[in-house]
């Protein structure tokens, strides 16, 4: 299975990934990235990988529909059979989700339904809760949303800083999402019963 991962900026989960991949912990190949952003860390990343770069720049663009339809021509030369968001910083269209429907994962820092959005673990550790966690999962219409494959919870302990917090909820993040991903390409994932294999939609 030929894998996408769409990032914006640091790469850490990037680098996890095509670690696994590496190592075959995944057997599939980390045949893109997708990033729109020039400045990214993740791009020297996926250089030292040997992953190839598709570099897009949303202002290059007209406007949304015009620069999601590169990315479709790009995932299609490059026979792409499953999208993983690692830290993308742009909202992808109805349009776009609907047409690669169950094909795109996401990684949230926390326990989803709660803390959505792209301050999560700041969120929670403000908030106070007692527990937050990371969440992958399928990527539907809604922001934040869509089937769960994966969830890890993790206690916010009383001497957490949000520094020691968010290195902790990365620390996961690194582990669950090849993990989420080996589910996927070996299509043990069902969505409602049905199983889900990327490839065959
Ligand atoms: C991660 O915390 C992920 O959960 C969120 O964006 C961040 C990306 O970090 N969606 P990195 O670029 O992979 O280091």
Known sequence: MRIAVFASGRGSNFNA???????????????????DNPDAAVILKAKRFGVKTF????????????????????????KISLIVL??????????????????II???PSLLPAFKGSH?????????????????????ELMDHGPIILQQALKIEENDTLESLEAKIHKIEHRLYPEAIR???????????????????
């Open 17 to 35: 990934i095509a670690k696994a991949i590496k190592s075959q912990k995944i057997k599939a190949s980390l045949a893109l990235l997708i990033c």
């Open 55 to 78: 570099l897009i720049k949303r202002a290059d663009y007209k406007d949304k529909p015009d620069f999601e339809n590169k990315i479709i021509q790009v995932l299609q030369e490059e």
């Open 106 to 108: 996401n990684i949230h």
């Open 86 to 103: 690692a830290g993308f910083m742009r909202i992808l269209s109805n349009d776009f989700v609907l047409r690669f429907k169950n094909k």
């Open 183 to 201: 589910l996927c390409v070996q299509a043990r994932l069902k969505i409602k019963g049905r199983k889900v294999h990327p490839a065959l939609h």
């Open 120 to 140: 999560a673990i700041l969120d929670a550790f403000n908030y106070g809760a007692k527990v937050t966690g990371v969440t992958v999962h399928f990527v539907d």
